[in-house]
C-alpha cells in the first residue's frame, strides 16, 4: 500500500463512525503567534479547548503535518 492509501484507509474508517474529515493545518501556523510549528494534530482545536471557537462538528479526524523534535526541553 502507498502512503495515500493507508491515509484514506484511516480517514475513511472514522468517517464511517460520524467523524468529520478535517483538512490539516499548516506546518507553520499563521493565526497563532504563540506557536512556532504544529507539533500535534490537535493544534487546529486551540480554540476550541480555550473556549473562544465553536465547530458544527464534535468528532473530527485528519492526518495532520507536523514536525517532531527531540531534546526541546532538555535545557528548559
Given at each position: 500500500m502507498t502512503s495515500r492509501e493507508i491515509?484514506?484507509?484511516f480517514l475513511?474508517?472514522?468517517k464511517g463512525k460520524n467523524h468529520k474529515i478535517v483538512s490539516s493545518s499548516p506546518v507553520v501556523p499563521f493565526d497563532d503567534p504563540t506557536l512556532l510549528f504544529t507539533n500535534a494534530g490537535m493544534n487546529?482545536?486551540?480554540d476550541v479547548f480555550l473556549g473562544k471557537g465553536k465547530r458544527d462538528?464534535?468528532?473530527a479526524v485528519d492526518t495532520q503535518k507536523c514536525?517532531?523534535?527531540?531534546g526541546k526541553y532538555k535545557y528548559l
Open positions: 491515509r484514506n484507509q475513511n474508517f472514522f487546529q482545536f486551540k462538528y464534535t468528532r514536525i517532531r523534535v527531540s
